[in-house]
């Protein structure tokens, strides 16, 4: 949607009372349930398993499977996905994939859906208050399209997400002795919980934390957002390499959909997972931090930046010879194996420290 076009974009009503409506009965009519009646062990732990399944459904199904293909997987994976997945009430994959390839493919410009530079509270959430084009084709998304699950799962997901994410929660909850409990809390508070922690990525990681692979765009990484979001708030990473199945990429990075999708695949149930070079990650991770450090030379700082442009100098040379020695390690083994990595990670520690350096100048050098 440009902004030219904006005044004359119908309102969509019909959404703007349920996301007015469902956090209102989601919070405050859980807490005063809770009041009233207490809450039971199992309200909450209905809330936090519907809350992992759907969540699940929407970061490693809709966006990292559907969305962005990186990785392929079994039939009975991608019901799995479409079905929670429609439980988020965050439209089919059809329409949600094709929004998002249409943000990555402008971001930051006009066509994308949910762009920043028309403020925050426009990426989070009121650009879902407008009607999209009636006569909607579809064509950008074929693969999706040609996809008989994702087919169906279109015509039926409001169903799916009404019967399944608010019937199927009632349903355990007079099971469990309260039927009005489990709508609210496997329900309504679930819906909004998941609402907008999914978002958060399109707002708060566009405007608040780190961008050390590329600053062409407003995506950043930012660990808060990915703690709520099942690994989704490296944002800048995911922005610079969209095909990758990860957006956490060191191991101490909170990204439960990637050991989500690593653990199909020792089941058997994934494949093709698609990885981006660690040699690929660290040179752009260089040529961002030069273009930093080139951005803050000035006239008179020529001492100060000439020590940066050394380390990162000294970065791109070990990067250089890591590349050929990743090459030889591919026909000699072992040994050169050992010595890629060195120089990988020697790389690594000339690009932190221009960094460093970088960070610890005044403004004006």
Known sequence: MSPGTLETQKKDWTRIAFFVLTPLIGTVGTAAHAW?????????????????????????????????????????????????GAMAL????????????????????DWDPYNIQRGGLWAHILWIFYKGPADRTFDDVPDLKRNRLVQWQHRHASLIGI???LGLPTLIGWAMGSALGGLLWGGFLRIVVVHHTTFFVNSIAHLYGSRPYTEA?????????????????????????????RNGIRWYQWDPSKWWIRGLRVLGLARGLRSTPALVI????????????????????????????????????????????????????????????????????????????????????
């Open 36 to 84: 009233r009646f207490g809450f039971r062990w199992w309200e909450p732990a209905l809330f936090l398993a519907l809350y992992a399944l759907v969540g699940v459904s929407v970061t490693a199904g809709y966006h990292r499977l559907f969305a962005h293909r990186s990785y392929e997987c079994h039939p009975a994976v991608q019901a799995f996905y479409l079905f929670f």
């Open 90 to 109: 965050q439209n089919s994959i059809l329409a949600w994939g094709s929004d998002h390839r249409i943000h990555h493919r402008y971001v930051d410009r």
């Open 163 to 165: 019967v399944g994410g």
């Open 217 to 245: 765009n407003s995506a950043r990484d930012n660990a808060w957002v990915a703690l709520l979001t099942n690994g989704e708030g490296y944002h800048n990473f995911h922005h610079r390499f969209p095909a990758d199945f």
């Open 282 to 365: 660290e040179r752009s991770r260089l040529e961002t931090a030069r273009a930093r450090a080139e951005s803050r030379a000035g006239a008179g700082a020529a001492h100060p930046i000439e020590a940066v442009r050394h380390h990162l100098d000294a970065a791109h040379h070990a990067l250089e010879r890591a590349a050929v020695l990743w090459a030889e390690a591919r026909e000699k083994g072992r040994r050169s194996w050992r010595e890629y990595r060195e120089q990988l990670a020697l790389a690594r520690r000339k690009r932190a420290e221009a960094l460093r350096m970088l960070g610890s100048m005044p403004e004006g050098v």
